[in-house]
């Protein structure tokens, strides 16, 4: 049976995470053992924190569009009940950019989803 060589397999395996680690301080940055582990863990918190960045923006428009609806005198839970009531699909980030910029936009909006909404008894 041939003798196998793993020599370029492993090689190019290391190079790869040694890549990674560039810019990474002292032996995280030459040292095989110790780049793949800050490698990983970085992997990790790139991964975590793209989510919770998702999650911050998402509240940061939240908070935005909540606030453009006490302007026009409707409060947030409404306005976005109305919006789904007039079968209108705008995103948090829409909506968030349209009181932004487009304040006379957000304002026929409002006062769609206020049509929209059931009377009070």
């Not at 190019?12 to 995470?17: K, Q, T």
């Not at 793949?36 to 509240?59: C, G």
Request: hydrophobic fraction near 40%; charge should be positive.
């Amino acid at each position: 049976m041939p003798r196998v060589n793993k020599a370029p397999a492993s090689r190019a395996r290391r190079r790869r995470v040694l890549k990674k680690a560039k810019g990474y301080w002292g032996g995280r940055r030459k040292l095989y053992r110790q780049a793949a582990e800050t490698v990983t863990r970085a992997l990790h918190f790139s991964t975590r924190d793209r989510k919770r960045n998702a999650r911050n923006y998402r509240s940061l428009w939240i908070i935005r569009v909540s606030v453009a609806c006490k302007e026009n005198g409707i409060s947030y839970s409404k306005f976005i009940a109305g919006l789904k009531k007039a079968g209108i699909g705008l995103d948090r980030k829409q909506l968030a950019e349209l009181c932004v910029s487009e304040p006379a936009v957000f304002k026929e909006l409002v006062d769609i989803a206020k049509k929209n909404l059931p009377k009070a008894a």
